[in-house]
């Protein structure tokens, strides 16, 4: 019989993978690539080709990392960790999800042509601006990811 828990499990860390690792090779590969052009805009014009067929897909990772998280959630009983600082694990996952689907689905989407004039005016400072956000993020991402693991396998 198969073990929704266990599949919801299986799902979440498959759906980390593709996000959070798909966000680590962005700041680490991609920015740093495109920074080391010559031309800005040539930097930004490479940097946003990426990000443009990577925001498509984590619209669908970032969604599916959360409902196999709430599935599990619900089906475990494990609300009453939100409110535990024993599980701030539980709190980190939970904001930063929320974080990224605010910025997938609504900030993106919002102010995406203000973001395209701000890179035409000013492409260098504009890709500084990206490197230093996706650079707390991704610190952000890698605390919370050490933190789920350890706690959700019992070192705390
Ligand atoms: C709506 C958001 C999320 C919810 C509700 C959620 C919920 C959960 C739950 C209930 C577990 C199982 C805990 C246990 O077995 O004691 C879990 C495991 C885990 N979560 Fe999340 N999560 C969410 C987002 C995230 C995010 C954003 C990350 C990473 C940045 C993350 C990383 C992990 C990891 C690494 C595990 C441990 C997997 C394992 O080794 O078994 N989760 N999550």
Do not use: C, K
């Amino acid at each position: 019989m198969i073990d929704d828990i266990i599949l919801a499990r299986a799902l979440h860390v498959l759906a980390l993978v593709h996000w959070i690792g798909g966000v680590a090779f962005v700041t680490l590969v991609v920015l740093p690539l495109a920074r080391s052009r010559a031309l800005a805009t040539d930097a930004l014009a490479l940097f946003e080709t990426v990000e443009r067929r990577f925001a498509a897909q984590v619209r669908v990772s970032i969604p599916l990392a959360g409902a196999a998280g709430l599935w599990m959630t619900y089906r475990l009983d494990l609300w009453a960790r939100f409110a535990d600082p024993h599980f701030w694990w539980m709190s980190a996952m939970l904001g930063l999800w929320l974080v990224f689907m605010l910025m997938v689905f609504v900030l993106e989407p919002l102010l995406h042509a203000r973001f395209e004039q701000l890179a035409q005016r000013d492409p260098e400072s504009t890709l500084r601006r990206m490197a230093r956000l996706h650079s707390v993020l991704l610190a952000v991402a890698a605390v919370t990811l050490l933190g789920a693991v350890a706690g959700a396998h019992g070192f705390y």
